[in-house]
């Protein structure tokens, strides 16, 4: 059995832009997605961190072809994810899911919680019997820390945490091997946050489950996360495991990423020294040339704004920077 | 110790509502010192937006009826006339809101927007307004002020927009600045500069900032004092230090221990507190915290409400029993 479970290779998802004049001439595209390449190992978490408009979120719709990749290959246990037909992809996509931000539109509000969680049973056929079903959601509630009485209230009934276990519940019920969970947490508040965390962690230790964790909260990904990847406009800047990246980050932008997250320790806060960075993230319909981090970067130098740099080994990290000899 | 530049005495705001009376914020009282950062931490819900929108007069009433007292320079806010509130709204106490995208006016130029203050409160128009909002601009760290200023604010990314509303705040120098969730939408590097950017001008300027947010991360980077708001009440005041270091109150350790702590080790488990924010149209009768609490016990915390007891040094907390003190 290969030991890699998700395999990615230069994805890219670009968006077309069209003219507004009669006729609508392509005109540019908007790179959300810029030739990404990462691996996700059996039973690992993979987080994915960027800021928003970084693409990590289509990154992750782009992965279980909920957006259809421009370019590159996702290959999920040694399946291309791009030759399957819509009959094998909707075989494939049992064993895959997805946890979305936001669990205020993300449960139908018209349909019960029991039909949420059991529509997943009927659109794969997974459950013998109307008794067979009945159980198996009532299974899955439990499994998320809600009562099976539940399943006949609506989404609206429920706290923000509970319905993101609701959808933990969904995202669960074909047995998948892999779960996609883009920002779980990020719409709950503080202490709820922790218990959907906790809740996340024990079903992977249980399930044997595999995570790409996206998140824009670097702490809640370094809690989660065995690896991490770092994402700029479109971009993986640096991949490292998570220690590692956060004792000794290598890219400029990383750099500036952790010593940006503010740590919840007023001693530590005062000693530190904080990397301001300068302006904002430029368009991605229009990304600059050479590395896209190269306008803002506190160590720019001299290739920077001509050549490409590749993600290449150093020290432990793969990471995407000339000062790192990431040359193309 | 300087006179206080805000004073705020039981101020208590309810609604009503379809379901019965909203207890919002249940009594809250604290002073404000000139030049310091004092941080209001709270969960949604916890009242901590509606005190100051009540201070402010900026709640309709009704619904809202607001009671108790909130002095600035010994002058009582509450149920000041309108024309007077007015002459301190906006110049002397600013405010600066959650969501930049919303607050400003979608159809007026950063400019127009700008110059109104100024227009209002200070008599300035045309040229020397158009030169002082330049000023602010380039103050608060807007590049080329000259071409943002004929600018709409779709034109700027969310971080640019907040330092407009923040240069909008500071148009007429104002002596007390809040900022309700100011970073919060915003991303942790554009966070960054502006919690950098405030603190510099309050340095500068002199200032008192109220900051009122859910994120203990950005309490502990630019806080002097904190004060933990649940249920529409303080559970807790300290200075910022001492909060962190000996938490007395089980929901600020709660909060704290709930917190992913960034760091190379591989961390624990992650602290929870069970079950939900209290209802205010249903509030306990007791500790707002009781139904929650691992330490409450049936006879005082559900009974009654604590009171705001002095521990140590400027640090309080409500509750009977009070964590990591010796008793």
């Known amino acids: ?81 791009g030759s399957l037909a819509a009959g094998q992809l909707r075989t494939l996509r049992r ?29 794969h056929d997974l459950a013998r019997s109307r008794t067979d079903k009945h159980r198996r959601v009532g299974d899955l509630l439990e499994m998320v820390g809600l009562s099976p009485d539940y399943r006949n209230r609506y989404p609206h009934e429920f706290s923000g945490g509970q319905r993101q276990r609701v959808g933990i519940a969904r995202a669960l019920a074909t047995e998948p091997d892999f779960i996609v969970c883009d920002e779980p947490i990020a719409a709950l508040d503080v202490s709820i946050q922790a218990g959907v965390m906790n809740l996340l962690e024990d079903l992977q230790r249980d399930l044997g489950l595999t995570y790409l964790f996206i998140a824009h909260d670097l702490s ?68 600059p040339t050479g590395c896209n981090f190269n306008p803002r970067c506190p160590k720019v130098f001299e290739p920077c704004a001509s050549q ?14 000339h000062l790192y000899g990431g040359e193309a | 110790m300087t006179e ?9 705001v309810r609604f009503g509502t379809k379901r019965g ?24 819900g916890s009242g901590k937006s509606v005190s100051v929108l009540a201070l402010m007069g900026l709640l309709a009433q009704p619904p809202a009826s607001v009671l108790g007292s909130a002095r600035y320079r010994g002058e009582e806010l509450l149920g000041m006339p309108a024309k007077d509130l007015r002459s301190i709204r906006g110049k002397r106490l600013a405010m600066i809101f959650q969501d930049p995208m919303t607050s400003l006016n979608p159809v007026r130029t950063v400019g127009y927007q700008l110059i109104e203050p100024m227009a209002l409160h200070l008599n300035l128009k045309g040229g020397p307004a158009r030169e002082r909002g330049l000023e602010l601009l380039e103050l608060v760290g807007i590049p080329s002020p000259d071409a943002r200023f004929s600018d709409y604010p779709h034109q700027l990314s969310g971080g640019m927009r907040q330092r407009v509303m923040i240069a909008m705040a500071l148009a007429c120098d104002p002596d007390v600045l809040i900022a309700d969730e100011a970073t919060t939408a915003l991303d942790v590097t554009t966070q960054a500069q502006i919690t950098d950017l405030v603190a510099e001008l309050q340095q500068r300027i002199g200032m008192a900032v109220i900051w009122i947010t859910h994120d203990l991360g950005v309490v502990a980077s630019i806080a002097d004092r904190v004060h933990v708001m649940y249920g529409g009440r303080f559970m807790e ?20 221990g709930s917190l992913p702590m960034p760091g190379p080790d591989r ?56 964590l990591a003190v010796a008793r």
């Open chain 1, 1 to 81: 059995m290969n030991d890699v479970l998700v395999d990615v290779q230069d994805l890219e998802v670009h968006f077309p832009v069209y003219g507004s004049g009669l006729i609508r001439s392509h005109i540019n595209d908007v790179q959300a997605v810029d030739g990404v390449s990462f691996q996700i190992r059996r039973g690992e978490t993979l987080g994915l961190v960027g800021e928003s408009g970084c693409g990590k979120t289509t990154t992750g719709l782009a992965l279980l072809r909920l957006i259809e990749p421009t370019g590159g290959t996702v290959t999920f246990d040694d399946i291309d994810m």
């Open chain 1, 95 to 123: 064993r895959v899911a997805m946890i979305f931000q936001d669990p205020y539109a993300s449960l139908d509000p018209r349909m019960s919680i029991g039909k949420i969680v059991g529509e997943p049973l009927d659109i």
């Open chain 1, 220 to 287: 809640a990904v370094q809690h989660f996360s065995d690896r991490i990847a770092v994402m700029y406009l479109g971009r993986i800047v640096e991949v490292a495991d998570r220690a590692n990246l956060y004792e000794h980050p290598h890219h400029p932008y990383t750099e500036a990423l952790l010593s940006a997250v503010p740590v919840p320790n007023p001693v530590v806060e005062r000693s530190r020294h904080r990397i301001i960075l300068e302006g904002d993230v430029p368009s991605p319909i229009d990304p």
């Open chain 1, 308 to 321: 490409d740099p590749v993600l290449t080994a150093a020290g432990g990290h793969d990471v995407a920077c």
């Open chain 2, 4 to 12: 206080p530049i805000l004073e705020v005495n039981d101020l208590r």
């Open chain 2, 21 to 44: 009376v909203a207890e919002v914020v249940n009594g809250i009282s604290y002073d404000l010192h000139p030049g310091e950062t004092l941080a209001i931490v709270g969960e949604s």
């Open chain 2, 237 to 256: 005041q300290a200075a910022v230090d001492d909060l962190y270091a000996t938490p007395h109150h089980p929901y600020t350790e709660g909060l704290l």
């Open chain 2, 267 to 322: 961390p624990e488990r992650l602290m929870t507190i069970p079950g939900l924010p209290p209802d205010p149209v249903t509030m306990p009768s007791g500790c707002s915290f009781a139904p929650r609490c691992t330490y409450a016990d049936t006879d005082r915390c559900l009974q009654a409400v604590p009171p705001m007891e002095l521990l140590g040094n400027l640090h309080s907390t409500a509750c009977f029993y009070p």
